[in-house]
């Protein structure tokens, strides 16, 4: 279809839905060319004043959000949507277009590049007071509205040199022409072409950005100038300029991305489906995970080498050999203790004389070993363990030479064990191939099966899918740059035992007649980045992963997909079949995705093929990006990434670790007693920071008639600044108490579902979940705090501080103290721990540092679960006396410190960590750590009802939830003087704050946590999700009920969302409970 095209693009929405449209069509071609651009990477920047950085700091913030919107997004959530009232969408693009023309004698100057975003009609995120999305339900109207802006301030911004202005672009006979011609001009691209950026970066060449930042020309000009670091920077008006254009772009696509991340279909959102966040490893710690796997590949080929040597001069019979494949868990194995320890290859042969099938198990042979083992002929070996009926064990030297077509050595121990590892009567007499064509991967039983199978077959469970899936790809690595090729991607080499299951499967050994394995190389080489730019445009698909994808969809839906196939003679043919193949797969995941129920099982299957389909592309692209020397081991990695995860989001990739005597062997291990109240630990190092005398004032600003009052003492120039987000409030609310009251009633409410603790060897099995909260200490004098210490849910032993030269420095701020009473009142059975970090808001950098020393020693000493942040980081302040290398100075140390804190939270992982959003409602985002969603889980404050109290950030993509956190009767420190001595009292206070709803929040976790570890109903893969955020957030989920409009909906989370009142006296109710969990969440 001709994109130009106003008949097939203009008006379409009134013969059908949004995808009718000409601004869905223009959107989703941009989403579907998403491969061409560049990847994601902060854009750098250096020099400058604070004003300057502001604007470097929009510029990032902007090309995360248009990322996130052409790479990320699930557009295909606006489809759902076409089932409105058809009129809905005709109407709203037929107003949209009107209100939308600029004035034909409009001259585009230096005080217009708002333009475009300005004449747009309000989206309805924007302006919702007569929009029919008031709402809880969004519709097609509103979605094409946002569209609609979205495409008209594009056009306005197109880059010129790849879309030039023409004309005729202002007679509206066509609707956005410069976006148009811009999406074909990147249709008409090879899939090799060098990458493209969304704006303008310093890595940018003038022609390989599409947008720009700002709509005139002058602007635009200069914005492309203030990318380029030889240029000298614009005058400070225009990049005053440049700074709102940046923040409105920025705006408007957050609005575009929150309407859609808002939309919901029927079993959950497809974020939730096939995807984790995967965990973030550089690329040095990412390849030390792949040690095993290099090992494990050694030795495969070592084994082959030395089996097909033998075999390939025995006369009698011609061999059959086989490689029992490994799952992920057999070559990931971080905890291995011994890495120099031999790993076992398991094979099965058939033997010379009767062709019978023999299993074997080959190990490197070590030194030391040449005593105890006799060399032997591996066939005379194969036939005596046969006949012998015992398992053929043999080793071969790792580093064994020898000339072309001569034996090598293989040793068998002088005595042989008895041990079976396999029934000898089980034969490999299926093939994937035949299990396929019997019908075993199909969605339900069939009569074909069971008339296939003599009535004996079923179908494989999803979970037999997936091991099979795993162990398929896991073949294709060990494939990778190697001679020794294992057709894991043909169904036909791949063999099963009889009866059928995934546990033990088996590839063919292939060889040719000399003896060697070589068949068909997996090389990635043709796939390396070169200089030559007619290199890259012939960059193809390697047909080995082509045949994979298809391999993962047969396993996935039992389609035989006879007709795809690779030609051998053509590229053309090739290049044919793997585009027919990518768009089937694509518009079948829409399908599948868009249809009344979502179906979970198949789709991580396909979701794994687009990554086998796009792998030629996006390792180029990582090879590009890392420039690393390690090309097989970022291929592996790419595999891990978008293959492996997406078929099971459970697998890890995390470095090996030696263990060390020092460190609990067991993780219910208590902590060692401490002789005081919290230890000080003595500062190793202090970092002497230059400051200025000057000091900021304290403001206090009123939103929505709650006072913001963060107590920040005269925070000194250059230093980070730490806010505890909480407020006093005149008097506290009846909906808190009632909240109260509910938690209660849920507390009792599973009792009769859970297992009694028992006390064995002093501690609480199963073992109570452990929280730490990391603030400004404790103090055991309140009367919440006494009460849960007489509990035993707090120790003084199980405090410790890193600030003040007296260990017993007392909680003065108080803030730490209620922020461990509310958790214990959430969460009333889990122990809880205190870290002590800083003492008000102001902190120093060496007590910054502190921050996350507390989070590792909460993870590897207190061996926590959980941990509680009540408060957030912000930048330095901006000097007033101009020093410019002090200001940069101070933010490269402040960096360095949330760098550390994001590195200590990293390694944490699968901890649960909770952290407060903060208190400036509107007029700040998210603080640090809470704004690093990828780990940690950001929580909003609601009154008692839900109600949003105006004190929460904007909100970002994906969950956003809130829960009580307003008008919280706390205490206070009240000094005063009583004869001519100072002296201090607790005084009741009503305060508000992110900084009680996380502690609140992290008690709810905690209690959902300790009901897995106690009911049984609830299954194991649950209770291991439970555990790790993503996971969490699914139960959060699942506890969350909608508040607000779509730009700035919050989910109000409580616990009687899930567990409604009376569910414990419904034997159906209780078990929908755990069952919803399990399907969830599991």
């Excluded at 009767?354 to 080959?362: C, E």
């Excluded at 363990?385 to 580093?399: A, L, Q």
């Excluded at 913001?708 to 730490?722: A, F, G, K, M, Y």
């Excluded at 706390?970 to 709803?997: D, H, Q, Y």
Aim: glycine share 4%; proline share 5%; charged share 25%.
């Amino acid at each position: 279809m001709d994109l130009r095209d106003p008949v097939s693009l203009g008006g379409a929405a009134s013969r059908g839905g949004i995808e009718t449209t000409a601004e869905w069509k223009l959107i989703h071609a941009l989403r579907q060319d998403s491969h061409r651009f560049s990847r994601p990477g902060g854009v750098a920047f250096s020099g400058g004043s604070t004003r300057t950085q502001e604007l470097r700091n929009a510029i990032n913030y902007l090309d995360v959000q248009i990322r996130r919107t052409f790479t990320i997004l699930r557009l295909d959530l606006l489809l759902y949507l076409e089932s409105e009232v058809e009129g809905d969408a005709s109407q709203t693009s037929s107003e949209s277009e009107t209100e939308s023309k600029p004035d034909e004698d409009s001259d585009q100057d230096d005080t217009s590049s708002q333009s475009s975003l300005d004449s747009q009609p309000m989206s309805p995120i924007d302006d919702r007071s007569e929009s029919p999305g008031d709402s809880s339900s969004p519709s097609a109207a509103e979605a094409l509205s946002m569209l609609t802006r979205l495409c008209f301030v594009l056009e306005a911004r197109v880059n010129p040199v790849l879309s030039p202005r023409e004309p005729d672009d202002t007679d509206h006979t066509s609707k956005f022409p410069r976006l148009t011609r811009l999406i074909e001009h990147l249709q008409l691209l090879s899939p090799s072409t060098t990458t493209l950026d969304f704006i303008p970066t310093p890595r940018t060449s003038r022609t390989r950005f599409l947008f720009n930042i700002a709509e005139d020309e002058a602007t635009a000009a200069a914005f492309v100038n203030f990318t380029d670091p030889s240029q000298k920077r614009p005058a400070k008006d225009t990049r005053k300029r440049m700074l709102a254009d940046a923040e409105n772009l920025s705006k408007l696509l957050l609005s575009f991305n929150s309407f859609v991340d808002m939309l919901q279909i029927s079993a959950g959102s497809l974020n939730t489906i096939a995807t984790r966040p995967t965990e973030s490893l550089a690329f040095d710690e990412s390849f030390s995970s792949f040690s095993l796997l290099h090992k494990f590949r050694r030795q495969t080929a070592t084994a082959c080498c030395a089996v097909l040597s033998h075999f390939g001069c025995c006369r009698d019979v011609e061999h059959k050999a086989l490689l029992q494949l490994p799952g992920w868990d057999d070559v990931a194995n971080y905890d291995t203790p011994d890495e120099s320890a031999s790993l076992p290859v398991d094979l099965f042969f058939t033997t010379c004389l009767r062709d019978q099938w023999q299993p074997a198990r080959m190990y490197f042979l070590q030194p030391g070993h040449s005593t105890s083992y006799n060399k032997r002929e591996l066939c005379q070996a194969l036939s005596d363990s046969r006949m012998n009926d015992v398992d053929f064990e043999f080793y071969v030297s790792e580093d064994s030479k020898t000339a072309r077509d001569a034996k090598i050595p293989i040793y068998i121990p002088t005595e042989r064990r008895r041990t079976q590892w396999m029934d000898r009567d089980r034969l490999p007499i299926h093939s994937l191939w035949t299990l396929i064509e019997q019908g075993r991967f199909a969605k339900e039983q069939t009569l074909d099966l069971l008339y296939n199978t003599g009535g004996t077959g079923s179908i494989l469970e999803i979970h037999e899918r997936k091991a099979l899936a795993i162990k398929l790809v896991v073949g294709l690595m060990l494939s990778m740059n190697s001679d020794h090729v294992f057709e894991t991607w043909d169904p036909k080499h791949i063999h099963f035992l009889e009866p059928v299951e995934t546990q033990r499967l088996f590839v063919s050994v292939p060889r040719k007649k000399s003896g060697s394995s070589l068949r068909k190389h997996l090389s990635l080489s043709s796939l390396y980045p070169s200089s030559s730019r007619e290199d890259e445009e012939d960059l193809k698909p390697l047909p080995q992963f082509a045949l994979l994808a298809k391999a993962l969809l047969q396993i996935a839906r039992g389609d035989r997909l006879s007709k795809f196939k690779i030609g051998k003679g053509s590229d053309q043919t090739s290049w044919d079949a793997w585009n027919k193949l990518r768009r089937a797969v694509d518009s079948y995941s829409r399908c599948l995705a868009c249809g009344p129920d979502v179906d979970r099982e198949t789709l991580p299957l396909l979701q794994a093929a687009l990554g086998c389909l796009d792998f030629h592309i996006e390792y180029q692209n990582r090879l590009r990006e890392s420039q690393s020397s390690q090309k097989l081991e970022v291929a592996w990695k790419l595999v891990f990434d978008t293959i492996l995860i997406k078929i099971d989001d459970n697998l890890t990739l995390k470095k090996l670790v030696t263990p060390s005597t020092n460190v609990l062997t067991q993780e219910d291990a208590a902590p060692e007693p401490l002789h005081v109240a919290c230890q000080t630990v003595q500062q190793s190092s202090v970092v002497a920071i230059s400051t200025c005398t000057q000091t900021s004032s304290c403001t206090t600003i009123v939103e929505k008639t709650l006072p913001r009052q963060l107590s920040i003492r005269c925070v000194e120039p250059s230093q980070p600044n730490v806010e505890l987000f909480d407020a006093k409030q005149a008097s506290t609310s009846s909906t808190v108490n009632k909240f109260w009251t509910r938690l209660e009633t849920f507390h009792k409410s599973y009792s009769g579902f859970v297992t009694h603790r028992n006390t064995v060897s002093g501690g609480d099995s199963p073992r109570r979940i452990r929280i730490a909260v990391i603030d400004t200490g404790i103090d055991f004098n309140h009367a919440g705090i006494m009460e849960a210490k007489e509990q035993g849910r707090m120790k003084e032993e199980w405090c410790q501080s890193w600030v003040g030269a007296d260990a017993k420095d007392e909680d003065n701020e108080l803030h730490g103290t209620n922020c461990a009473y509310l958790l214990h009142k959430a969460a009333p059975e889990a122990d809880i721990y205190v870290a002590k970090v800083f003492n008000q808001n102001a902190l120093r950098f060496y007590e910054a540092e502190n921050i996350a020393k507390a989070i590792e020693h909460a993870a590897n000493t207190w061996k926590v679960d959980i941990i509680s942040m009540s408060f957030g980081l912000r930048q330095p302040a901006a000097r007033d006396d101009g020093d410019e290398a002090e200001e940069q100075s101070a933010r490269y140390k402040y960096h360095k410190i949330v760098d550390e804190i994001e590195t200590v939270i990293r390694d944490a992982s699968p901890r649960l960590i909770f952290a407060a959003a903060s208190n400036s409602g509107k007029n700040d985002p998210r603080a640090f750590p809470a704004n690093d969603d990828r780990w940690v889980i950001c929580v909003h404050a609601s009154d008692g009802n839900g109600e949003d109290g105006g004190i929460n950030p904007e909100i970002q993509s994906g969950f956003n939830f809130m829960t009580l956190g307003m008008g919280l009767e706390l205490m206070e420190r009240e000094n005063f003087v009583k004869n001519g001595r100072a002296r201090s009292r607790f005084k009741s206070v009503v305060k508000s704050g992110t900084s009680f709803a996380t502690p609140i929040a992290a008690g709810i976790a905690a209690t959902v946590l300790d009901l897995a570890s106690r009911v049984d109903a609830i299954n194991s893969r649950a209770k291991k999700k439970l555990k790790r955020p993503e996971g969490m957030e699914k139960m959060l989920r699942l506890m969350s009920t909608p508040k607000g409009g779509l730009r700035d909906r919050l989910y109000y989370m409580a616990p009687w969302h899930h567990w409604e009142s009376g569910w414990e006296m419904d034997a159906s109710r209780s078990r929908w409970v755990w069952d919803t969990i399990n399907l969830e969440v599991g």
